[in-house]
């Protein structure tokens, strides 16, 4: 049992029942079981009313978690709930752990593992383009495409071992079909099509890391209070005041984007400003897009090492101007602003894709990796027939691995604590 419904005091609160004591629970507190999936009014508590408000059973195994299941939506007063779990609690039910009615689910083969961490995406999204990620991973839209991989991992599996198992009967041909190396290398390049849309679903999910870069005092804090609308940084005429990597999120069209604020790039000999220096370079490089900022009373800095978009932006035109930058503003007049959001959004759209991708885990990333390289080991050793199936085996455990039908309790743990109680 567990509350599922947020923090207290609320208009309503949702306890939510899965297991074995189920039935005999809602018997004992609310009177009788209610008819499957039909939510009736019922008295909280026979011996003593605790409350009043709607009962709900989901008999298993249609249920979310597989066993029978129930909801009692009553109000969100916290001593009325702390009876009621208390009341429960008395019939032998006890506090659920985090995650533990998802991870029932898996268990009862309702959920597999990437419908599972589709879940724990929809649960945290933010945007819109997090969402739609986040639901189309959970509905098992990913599944249906890597159980197709799997089934032609199969086909090419059966062509092999049939040839090995019966070679001796004379209906089963010598050689493998002509069509075996083109199935192969169509395979392999599917594989390689989802994993090449790794980077851009990590970056739906994730968000795109924007690196405002530059000399001390080019007003990158200030354009990070400008752009977030909200004075989350520090702004000083005093270089140096930066000293370690500020996080702001903003969303921009349904797209999450991660300003980072950093430390101005100079030579100095303060120790915790040149630590803070070196953070800002290595998120320079490890960045999606980098903000150059130039400002016209600031010295010109040479630029690190950038991998990802760079975007050259004159900063302060209230004060002069700059011919030379991508893009001109003044967070004081606001002037340049929206020019700048727009260019985000289109350079954004363009890492992130069209439709957000489906493969944006770091398990996914491997999965595929190893996949692509037992399907190309495979391709490689076709006269030896033994070497090729078991090739093809190692590429089906990798994807048996990704959605949690191999190996799944290395990540249970980790990724079932990451939910929240209740769910």
């Known amino acids: 049992m567990a509350l599922s419904s947020g923090s207290l005091p609320s208009g309503v609160a ?17 009177g009788a079981v209610p008819e499957p999936r039909k939510m009736v009014l019922r008295r909280i508590g026979q011996e003593r009313q605790l409350d009043q408000g709607l009962v709900a059973f989901f008999p298993g195994p249609q249920s979310f978690t597989g066993e029978d299941c129930a909801e009692l939506h009553v109000h969100g007063s916290p001593a009325g709930v702390k009876a009621i779990l208390r009341e429960l609690g008395g019939q032998g039910l006890r506090l659920a752990e ?25 649960l945290s999204a933010e945007t819109e383009k997090q969402r739609q990620q986040a639901l189309a991973r959970y509905d098992g839209r990913l599944t249906e495409e ?13 062509e092999i071992e049939a040839r090995l198992d019966f070679s001796d009967e004379g209906d089963v041909e010598d050689d493998l079909p002509q069509s075996f190396q083109n199935d192969l290398a169509d395979l392999r390049g599917k594989l390689q099509d989802a994993h090449d849309r790794i980077t851009s679903g990590r970056i739906v999910r994730e968000g795109v890391r924007v690196a405002l870069a530059g000399a001390p005092n080019a007003g990158k804090s200030s354009l990070i209070n400008a752009l977030s609308r909200s004075d989350v940084a520090i702004v000083s005429d005093e270089a140096g005041t930066t000293r370690d990597v500020r996080e702001v999120p903003l ?20 120790r ?26 600031t010295e010109h800095v040479d630029r690190p090492a950038i991998t990802g978009q760079l975007l050259v932006v004159g900063t302060k035109i209230d004060i002069g101007p700059n011919t030379t930058a991508d893009i001109t503003l003044s967070t004081q007049t606001g002037e340049g602003l929206d020019s700048l959001v727009d260019r985000l959004r289109i350079i954004g759209e363009k890492l992130a894709g ?3 991708a489906l493969v944006s885990h770091e398990r996914d990333r491997v999965a595929l990796v190893q996949a692509i390289a037992a399907v190309e080991h495979a391709g490689q050793q076709l006269q030896n027939w033994e070497l090729a199936a078991e090739s093809l085996r190692q ?14 309790e290395k990540v249970l743990d980790r990724l079932f604590a990451s939910f929240c109680i209740g769910k």
């Open 14 to 30: 949702i306890i939510r029942l899965s297991g074995p004591k189920v039935r005999e629970a809602l018997s004992f507190l609310a």
């Open 251 to 270: 969303d921009i069209g349904g797209q999450l984007f991660i300003l980072l604020d950093l430390a101005g790039l100079r030579e100095t000999d303060s």
């Open 354 to 356: 069209g439709e957000p």
């Open 146 to 158: 890597i159980d197709s991989w799997r089934d032609a991992l199969l086909d090419l599996r059966a």
């Open 272 to 297: 915790a400003e040149a630590e803070g220096i070196r953070r800002a370079e290595k998120a320079i490089g490890d960045a999606d897009i980098v903000l150059w900022l130039e400002a016209p009373d």
């Open 395 to 408: 590429a089906s455990a990798c994807l048996e691995r990704l959605i949690g039908r191999l190996d799944a």
């Open 98 to 122: 985090a995650g533990e009615f998802t991870r029932r689910a898996f268990e009862n083969g309702k959920l597999d593992l990437v419908a599972v961490e589709g879940l724990g995406d929809l």
